[in-house]
């Protein structure tokens, strides 16, 4: 079994930066893509951004510029850093990890950015 525990959440204002934090546990697949993605009431949970085991990175046009995703691949973590935050930034943010068909999601962590 995996779990993935998520870390950095809150409230900021427009402007500000959050840095979110991940950590992966159990039985996990070396080469795996692991990433962030972010649901809002009523929406569809959307890509925020991956990166695979090799460092590749992929980012929502909506975030490009502004957030830098980063992993550990010795400590299974992966991190977003968030920075010139917008009011429409915020969502419940939750972490993935997947690989050959398996696909695992954290608890989620709320961030809320205030004008």
């Known amino acids: 079994q995996v779990q993935l525990v998520e870390s950095g959440g809150g409230l900021v204002q427009a402007g500000g930066s959050l840095r979110l934090s991940c950590a992966a546990s159990?039985?996990?697949?070396?080469?795996?893509?692991m990433g962030w993605y972010r649901q809002t009431p009523g929406k569809q949970r959307e890509l925020v951004a991956t990166?695979?085991?090799?460092?590749?990175?992929n980012y929502a046009d909506s975030v490009k510029g502004r957030f830098t995703i980063a992993r550990n691949n010795a400590e299974n973590t992966v991190h977003l850093q968030m920075n010139s935050l917008k009011p429409e930034d915020t969502a419940v943010y939750y972490c993935?990890?997947?690989?050959?068909?398996?696909?695992?999601w954290g608890q989620g962590t709320q961030v809320t950015v205030v004008s």
């Open positions: 993935n990890i997947a690989w050959l068909g398996n696909d695992y």
């Open positions: 159990g039985s996990i697949f070396r080469t795996n893509v």
């Open positions: 990166i695979t085991w090799g460092g590749g990175t």
